[in-house]
């Protein structure tokens, strides 16, 4: 399997040649403040299948047994890697195609936020609200697309 990815701007962007194990969320109270979300979705990939194959993330040792990979320039969490591991975690929603590595297991749990279980059960936005900002948002984006490009940004458009 062969995968890509990389953060909302496009400055950092990462290849795996490879699969991606044990795909899960992780509740923890430090990936929620890691993500500024309720969980953070990770996988774990072997150092030999891992090429960063655009720029270079910053780093947070968020503690003497982690540090966490992020885009310097948009903020897009990419990383969490154990310290001497064989390996790095990717967050799955950084992939070009999240849907290629569905999540199996979810850890954390004592963290986990009360209200998880109903979000799936929440009402959807109206059609047309949704679509309307959709559009409005779409005439003008400066979010890397889902595939590599041999050039970014784009000059002068
Ligand atoms: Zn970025
Ligand atoms: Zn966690």
């Given at each position: 399997m062969a995968f890509s990815g990389g953060?909302?701007?496009?400055?950092?962007?990462?290849?795996?040649?490879?699969?991606i194990g044990n795909p899960h969320i992780c509740?923890?109270?430090?990936?929620?403040?890691?993500?500024?979300?309720?969980?953070?979705?990770?996988?774990?990939?072997?150092?030999?299948?891992?090429?960063?194959?655009?720029?270079?993330?910053?780093?947070f040792r968020?503690?003497?047994?982690v540090r966490r990979g992020f885009c310097q320039a948009c903020g897009t969490p990419l990383f969490?890697?154990?310290?001497?591991?064989?390996g790095i975690?990717?967050?799955?929603?950084?992939?070009?195609?999240?849907?290629?590595a569905k999540p199996t297991l979810q850890s954390g749990?004592?963290?986990?936020?009360?209200?998880?279980?109903?979000?799936?059960?929440?009402p959807d936005e109206a059609q047309e609200v949704s679509a309307?900002?959709?559009?409005a948002v779409a005439r003008k984006t400066y979010q890397h697309p889902d595939h590599d490009t041999a050039e970014w940004p784009p000059k002068d458009e």
């Open positions: 953060c909302q701007c496009g400055a950092v962007r990462y290849r795996i040649d490879g699969d509740h923890c109270r430090m990936c929620q403040k890691a993500s500024g979300n309720y969980f953070m979705p990770l996988g774990w990939v072997q150092r030999e299948s891992f090429t960063l194959t655009r720029g270079a993330p910053s780093w968020s503690s003497d047994m969490f890697e154990p310290v001497n591991s064989e975690n990717v967050t799955l929603g950084s992939l070009d195609e999240p849907e290629m749990q004592g963290s986990r936020l009360s209200f998880f279980h109903n979000l799936s059960e929440l309307d900002w959709l559009t």
